[in-house]
């Protein structure tokens, strides 16, 4: 009965075979988990978030447990735009799934440069993060301000010729104002939510997990957050959404789906069970199988709100 | 190249009032296995999001051997397990000790840092010689087998109620001065005690690897958690990278 349901879906014009992709950060470029199945399996992946140059990242340790969750502060370590269109981007082009490039940058013009770089190289998708709690300078300063999310938006787009999505900061008032402003600075997409703000603290040595103090929280833990600002957003903006925020099974990715999202993305939970993203497609098969839907992109918004 | 089972617990033992020895049928991990000094890396119970990194010990065709302490609630978890009982282990993961059967090594281990040296003697063939510290007598663990594995075991602690009292790092120095042609210190245990033992070898001019710790979420190098600093200001993983690194590489300014 599963086999009757289309699992491929559309997200800003690009068709994923699947609508599960893993999240930004939490899979490297795919080397990695590439060893344990076929990539190919995958909807898409995200690659860790790219900056125009390398860099190294924040000081150790840099990962929290937390109850259903991890705090982390890598902080954007990767090596640069050219090196992953060097060495990392052909390796994935031998497998077939959507890569979207993940992107950071100081400024809005280093966004353009890189968005330039990405389009030429050939990605299907391009991430921007403007939402990034890791990194001193930018980041998370243009995710919060409406304005500057759509100044970087507006400069990525008009330097990329591949389609745009635009991460969402979670660590806001009102999630929604982001949203329409991005949209209407030409967005073709959004994905979030990307961590929120967080801090454990060791009770004996009265010091903080991480050696920045704060980091981004992320697992199980997040998801109601994320399912709320999913529906939120759907009912904002008009362009496609990636859910994400917590998903370890097939209800989860049901949930954030109904909530609004074309797609889900898997992170953390990875970290506990490697094929996490391979249950959640089968067990998102199997919801829609029992609910008799043709196709999986008809749990997108289908929540009925009280 | 890692794999992913479900491994019964064949054996569950106690090796001290701290520390727990568990055998585990693992004949797909066991065969991946390059070396000594890998780990695995355990699902310890469905509220814990995180695995625990546990290292290999010893290990044959058809099973590997894991000994570890409780330090918090995973690894509490983890001792309240018995033979028979399943567990999701991840692994082998990490690049381990760079060795040869036959070589002069001298390992050096402090606490639970004991038990991956123990590979290593095994695979040496017996032509290894160990300095093994603990804090105390009531810590002591695998010494039949150092002694069946190894050319000759030296022995410290803490407080003098096992072997002589003070660090490995005394003991390592011994040894050098006594015997020049040790091709290779290999050591694992707490991080003030890799650096003592990572000087004393630099000192005698004696190439030196350590086993590192750091925080781990994916164990397998995809969520770059794991940072190290290395002494040239790079960062490598402790993960994919290591856990073994050679001593002059790595940062030991706190
Ligand atoms: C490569 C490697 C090999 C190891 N081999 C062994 C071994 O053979 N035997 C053994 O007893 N212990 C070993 N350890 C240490 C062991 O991983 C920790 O004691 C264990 O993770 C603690 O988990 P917990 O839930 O009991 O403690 P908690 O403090 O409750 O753990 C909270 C979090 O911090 C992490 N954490 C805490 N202490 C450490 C540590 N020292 N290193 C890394 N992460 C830590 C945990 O994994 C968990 O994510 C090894 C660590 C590493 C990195
Ligand atoms: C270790 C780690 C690294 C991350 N790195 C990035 C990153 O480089 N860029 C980004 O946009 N999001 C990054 N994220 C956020 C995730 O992509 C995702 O938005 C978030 O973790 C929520 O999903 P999850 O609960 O399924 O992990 C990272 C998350 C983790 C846990
Ligand atoms: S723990 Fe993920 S990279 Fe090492």
Redesign the pocket.
Known sequence: MTECVDLSVELAGVRLKNPVVV????FGFGREYGQLYALSELGGI?C??LTLHPREGNPPPR?AETPM??L?S?G?Q?PGVDTFIARELPELRRHDLAVIA?I?GNTPEEYGVICGKLSEAGVDLI?V?I??PNVKAGGLAYGTKPELAAEVTEVAKRHASVPVMV?LSPNVTDITEIAKAVEGAGADAL?L???LRGMRIDVNTRRPILHMNTG?L???A??PV?VRMVWEVAGAVKIPILG????AKGEDAAQLMLAGASAV?????CFDDPFVPLKVRDGLTEIAAAQGLARISDLTGGVKPW | MPVQAVCTVAEAVRLNEFAYSFTLEAPALAAAISGPGQFVHIKCGHSRLLRRPISICDWDGETLRIVFEVRGEGTAWLARRSAGDRLDVLGPLGQGFRMARGEKLLLVGGGIGVPPMLGCAKYAGGSASAVLGFRAADRAMLLEAFEENCKAVSLCSDDGTLGVKGFVDALVCEWLEKEKDFTSVLACGPRPMLRAVARAAARYGVPCQVSMEERM?CGVGA???CAIQMADGTIKHVCKDGPVFAAEEVDWND
């Open positions: 999240a930004s950060g939490t995200c860790k978030g990962i969750g991890i982390n890598v954007l990767n993940n950071s991430e993060n939402s990034c991460k994905s939510i990307n961590t981004g992320s697992g199980p997040v998801l994320a994400m925020g917590g998903v993305a898997v992170g953390t939970a | 979420a969520c770059l958690g």
